[in-house]
């Protein structure tokens, strides 16, 4: 006798007979799949199992994986053992530190990430069984992506060392440059003020100097009207001597001060016209030969033998030989030589004054150019410091140099240079042919 068809049964025909069952009978599917990560692959490609590798066993059995900022892209396939309609079990997976929700998946057992940033993260999956039952206990692997090498702590701490030491730098370099600042003006400030003393100096030396000239000049008068009558007198005339002497030299002083200031504020003007510059200078050497031979000296004098013809203001030149001559004399122990070129070439004549007296220092060799200066070693000899200073500024108002020669020999040699020409609109005469071929 047949089932009742009204029981809910549901019948299906074979080779073998009639199959019937009543789905009310069924029961759920109670089996929790287990889940297993299958696979690893970066940038699609499986990572390998060997010593060098982030994967040193199985995927399967491995908890943790260490990868390189390089292999932050990967995809990971996983499964569930369960045979019962597995083509009905669904996947959820989350990645912690990235996804905060579960990722749900119906069909596809692989899930991928794209260039993660360097840190920690726990890949998490599950399944549900054909019934949608899902496993409490989820599958995970632990995931360190490691910073490249700029991005590690030694290197975070190189940067802020660097920083650290920029910043100590631009620092510095800004109180270096504060402090060159505040130098610079403290320095302005000397020099104004050693200007001003200077000045202040000057001015009262001259004034003096206006002061002395006028009651010396009129001493110097009866003085020379005495001394022209010095034959009814014979008896005075060394004192005579002497008081002339010293009156001449007051005189000089006085208008040599003078003559310094005018060079100082620009008012010395000079008169060009043309000089023998050979006879000029041997009548300064026969001038000053007898103060050399009074100090026992030898003293010589060497001229080119082609006359020597330049455009000079004669009182000036004058005057700065006198003051190379006079320091020669004054400060040398047994020889001065004083020696005249020509350098038609350069269109100059140079002299040449050397003594072999106390050896400027090679720091000094500027220094002794500069007004009312004076050596410690020479400063009991007389004088005032303003010769060598008068002497250089009268050699730049003719165009030329003034300067002691740097050498290592026992003399001290002063070089005067000046130019036969220094006034353009000067005419230059030209050297006849016997002056050429004897040059």
């Known amino acids: 006798m047949l089932p009742d068809p009204g029981a809910g049964n549901i019948y299906f025909g074979s080779v073998k007979g009639l199959i019937s069952f009543n789905p009310a009978t069924f029961s759920d599917d109670t089996v929790i799949p287990a889940v297993y990560i299958t696979g690893f692959q970066v940038h699609a490609k499986e990572l390998p199992i060997q010593s060098h ?17 390089e292999q932050s892209s990967f995809s990971i396939d996983f499964a569930a053992l369960h045979f019962t309609a597995p083509e009905m079990t669904e996947y959820a997976y989350k990645m912690e530190g990235l996804d905060e929700e579960w990722t749900y998946l119906k069909t596809n057992r692989k899930a991928y990430f794209t260039n993660l940033a360097a840190g920690n993260y726990v890949f998490k999956v599950k399944a549900a069984n054909s019934s949608g039952i899902w496993s409490s206990k989820e599958t995970t692997l632990a995931i360190k992506i490691l910073p490249p090498f700029w991005a590690t702590s ?7 060392m ?70 009814e007198l014979p008896q005075i005339e060394k004192d005579l001597t002497i008081m002339r002497r010293n009156t001449d030299r007051l005189i000089d002083l006085t208008n040599q001060l003078l003559d310094f200031r005018k060079t100082e504020i620009k008012g010395f003007s000079l008169q060009f016209t043309e000089v023998n510059i050979q006879e000029l200078l041997q009548d300064h050497y026969n001038s000053f030969s007898a103060l050399a031979k009074q100090r026992k000296l030898y003293f010589t004098l060497h001229l080119p033998s082609v006359p020597v013809m330049a455009n000079a203001d004669v009182d000036a030149l004058s005057k700065i030989w006198s003051n190379l001559l006079s320091n020669a004399i004054k400060y040398a122990e047994k020889e001065v030589t ?14 040449h004054v050397s003594n072999d007296g106390y050896i400027i220092p090679a720091n000094m060799k500027e220094k002794i150019f ?13 004088g005032t410091g303003i010769g060598l200073a008068l002497a250089r500024s009268l050699t730049q108002l003719h165009k030329g140099k003034l300067y002691v020669k740097r050498t290592t020999t026992t003399l001290n040699e002063f070089i005067l240079e000046l130019p036969l020409y220094p006034e353009k609109d000067v005419p230059k005469p030209e050297l006849d042919a016997t002056q050429l071929q004897r040059l």
């Open 53 to 69: 590798s982030p994967l040193q066993q199985s995927i399967i059995v491995t908890s943790s994986l260490s990868l390189t900022y």
């Open 162 to 231: 660097a920083a650290a030491a920029l910043l100590y730098f631009l620092v510095r370099q800004y109180h270096k440059r504060i402090e060159e600042k505040n130098r610079q003006k403290i320095e302005l400030l000397h020099y104004e003020k050693e200007k001003e003393i200077y000045e202040t100096k000057l001015q009262f030396f001259t004034n003096i100097a206006h002061e002395i000239r006028t009651p010396l000049t009129l001493i110097k008068g009866p003085v020379d009207n005495i001394f022209d009558q010095i034959a």
């Open 154 to 160: 030694w290197a975070y701490a190189f940067y802020i």
């Open 370 to 382: 500069e007004p009312f200066f004076r050596l410690k070693a020479t400063e009991k000899q007389r």
């Open 338 to 351: 004083v020696r005249l070129e020509l350098q038609a070439e350069k269109e100059e004549f140079v002299l």
